[in-house]
């Protein structure tokens, strides 16, 4: 969809031709090669890694905010291990279990609190300054 997207806004390379033609369930790594081949192309460049993963925290936390995400879907992909530089970004990530059976485990009954309290986490990330352009 976003090969598709970046067409449509006029980024044209030969592999993001190829790439917007892919199906959904193609292998990540794939997409991935041939995003960043196709970025390449164009003369993109991408952020570190810890920068990129900085933006993605930021984004959910605004997915979150936006009701596009429940609490509990933060408990994947390794979130709590983010490197934080801000303390808005450090209240965020200190609060994201390490996966979704330690929801249960480590919050008991008390997950509405912890739901409050990753919102307004979130919603102090969201305020913040941004980090770079484009976040």
Known sequence: MIAAEALAAGLDTP??????GW????????IRDAF???????????????LARRHALRRMA?????????PADLAAEGWWETE????????FV?????CDCCIAYTLGLDQQTWAAQLRKA??????????APGC
């Open 84 to 91: 934080t530089e801000s303390a808005a970004e450090q209240s």
């Open 36 to 50: 960043e081949q196709a970025l390449a192309e164009s003369g993109v460049g991408l952020p570190d890694r810890g």
């Open 23 to 30: 199906p959904r369930n193609a292998d990540a790594r794939d």
């Open 15 to 20: 592999t993001l031709c190829e790439l917007a």
């Open 94 to 98: 200190a609060l994201i279990p390490q």
């Open 62 to 70: 605004a997915r979150l905010l936006a009701g596009e995400m429940a």
């Open 122 to 131: 979130a919603l102090a990330l969201t305020s913040s300054p941004p980090i």
